[in-house]
């Protein structure tokens, strides 16, 4: 089952891939070793089997869910920090797999980013030549041995959220900062693509069964609801639905991080509403948030606190019962 | 007539691997006498009855084993004739594992019905339905698709025309069970005459028999059997998925009706009936035999020649398996009913009963709980998907294994049906409907626990109460003895005044007559006198003590 899940992450990682070049997979090797490690080595401390919890490649998902989340060439230690939270913390701290409350990517990938700010925030613009802008050798040398980069400040760019945000802090209205180089067709330059290829993976994970509809959908749906009714509005100071449908992680969190079994809600209808509930922070978190230019991490943690509360009044009526289920 | 009758869909459900197809290769084989047979006194819910045979006795075919005159239970009969060796408690097939009263029959070989074979009612329509009831009551009947339901009570507590609906149960849905299929392809005309004959004391508003389409055969037998006999019965093909032969799944599906499984479905005007029930209906009117035999699949892969027997209750387990081939290199498991709802035994030695229908013996890879280790739940939610009652598995299963048994009751534990269609689905491997018979064993347990507290509290409180009246009702009684006594003694007081004044003046009144002297002493003789003053003399000087 979570091998079907790292199937359908092929095509948005390819396109990370294309976009941001050796960045992603020294974030992939990394993360997935270092979530590999400390599974391990959490599970042997807990005296748990490790073989069936390692083959059931649960680590395996949180590694890369991080590493796509996680800015390429961000330094080995932040990598590090991000899955030990996500691992240790999240996971196995709270009984390791099935027992956890909290998403485990979501809750390493907040804690880097409200710890580091900085170095969070650094993303290279999505290049078509990524490969060679910045060669292995270099990006070597920079994650690992904490080597500057020659050109970073020529290839990082701020993100097209973060434009957004910043751009109307300075009075400018949406279609004057979507002039930017940062902007692509409908959303952010090469982000879009990216989303696309996550689209498409959660496609056929619905296709196979592995997750249903209801939490894409609602997620993606309230989002497109909001962003349609702010644009429709005044489309100087909101931006398009397609552009939050397509920009940062909306995608990937509707298709494959609010849809972990584990710490979303388990009802049909209760599904429904915590989907909802995410959508719907994203988008305040996004447009009215002071701060942090997205805000899929924060809206699924938020959410995962509702769950218990959320399961227990969504309880399906029993065959043959009444309302009241008596 | 086969017409196309309205079919509602089942939510959920699974589509295992059925393999019917190995067992019915061959026709039924009538099983040989076995040496022994062992009969259960108790093959079904209810009321046990008496035992009326003794060791020693030589006992016929079809000789009742038990009496019970009234109540809600049925009889037992001798599977054949033969000599009572022992009654003793034996292991019996039920998932408990306990041990049962069981009448242990040396068989002689001759089958000899003696004069227990009853007169056939031919002309059934002609004959009052109670004596028709009556005869089904004394013939042992119960369901005989898993639940063993005493027959007649389920007929005595449907009046004439209550039920709108009778349906007739011949889907078969757990995998591997093939006995009913045989049994409609082989006996469709007599469970066309049974349906026939429960026509005739229900008089039902319509009539619906449900197959599962994976069984062609038996619906054209059925088909064939309802035309040339003619009688008003709707054969209806429903689609094959587990466990549409559930009761109330089939009330579902054939008239869209959603019952509660603690619903009774007279009460919805709705009757339903395995078909090897109403086949032995027809065996006890029509031949006059009681129920008997039965026929139960021997399968699976641990089995050398998988099919169907026709064999005489009480035949033990070992004894098929022989006439089946004997067990291949693959036995390993050995289970009492279908790999779904099954329950595992551990002896071979265990008899044939009413209500068994399959005997499956397999490889352990074959079923469909692994025996590897359960993984965590991660709350995938396939099995609320699967489940046909809209439980929360997963959540069941969270609560059950926290022992948080007051949660597992708010997400509805006691509608769970225990099909396992959960538990098959599962990613994780989690045995959960163990965990929910757990949870439903230690939540029973808890009842009956408290309900000996309420008891023992209620004796106690009535205890108390019975104190603290006795002694108010003491207190009371003596508190008004002693008013009465202070009321008799004011009064009272005022009386023996009186009375002792009545006296004194009586007294004074005498003296003052004693004054003179007696009347009969008036006019003495101065000798009468003496005589007197002499007696007196002598009576003061007697001493006191004699008097």
Redesign the interface.
Known sequence: MMREVLYALAPGTLAMMWFFGWGILFNIVITISLAIAFEALMLKLRTRPIRPFLGDYSAVVTGWLLALTMPPFAPWWLLAIAVFFSIVIAKHLYGGLGYNPFNPAMIGYAVALISFPVDMVQWPAANLSSFSSIDFVSAFQHIMLGKPLANWDAVTMATSLDAIKTGLRMEQTVPVIEQGDMFGLFAGNGWEWVSLGYLLGGLWLLYRKIISWHIPVSLLGILALLSTVFWLIDNQQYASPLFHLLAGGAMLGAFFIATDPVSASTTPMGKILYAIGIGFLIYVIRVFGSGYPDGVAFAVIIMNMAVPIIDYYTRPRVFGANRSNE | MMTEHKIWPI?GGVHPDFNKDCSTQTPITKATLPDTIVIPVAQHIGEIGHIIVDVGQTIHKGQPLTDLPEGLGVITHASTSGTIIAIEERDVPHSSGLQATCVVIDVDGKDDWGEFKRDPILDYDQTDTMHLCGRIRRSGLVGMGGAAFPFAAKLAATREGAVKTLIINGVECEPYISCDDMLMRTYADEIIQGIKILLYILKPEECLIGIEDNKPLAIEALQKAQQDLDVAVDIVSIPTIYPSGDE?QLI?ILTGK????T?LTFDHGILMHNVATVRSVFRAVIHGEPLISRIVTVTGRGISKPQNFEAPIGTPIEHLVKLAGGYTDQAERLLIGGPMMGFPVKSDALPIIKAMNCILVAPTQDLPYSMD?A???????QC??AC?????P??LYWHAKAREFDKTE???LF?CIECGCCAYVC??DIPLVAHYRFAKSEIRNERDKQKKIDLARERFDFHEFRKERDKRERDEKRAKHKAALQKKKASGSNDKQAAIKAAMERAKAKKTQQTNAPKNTDNLTPAQQKQIDEAEQRRQQKPRDTE
Do not use: E, H, N
């Open positions: 939510k109330k579902r959603k019952l509660k499984k619903d280790m993984m965590p739940c991660i709350r995938c939610g609320a998907d046909p009652v809209d439980l929360l997963q959540q708010t997400y509805q509608d990613p994780s």
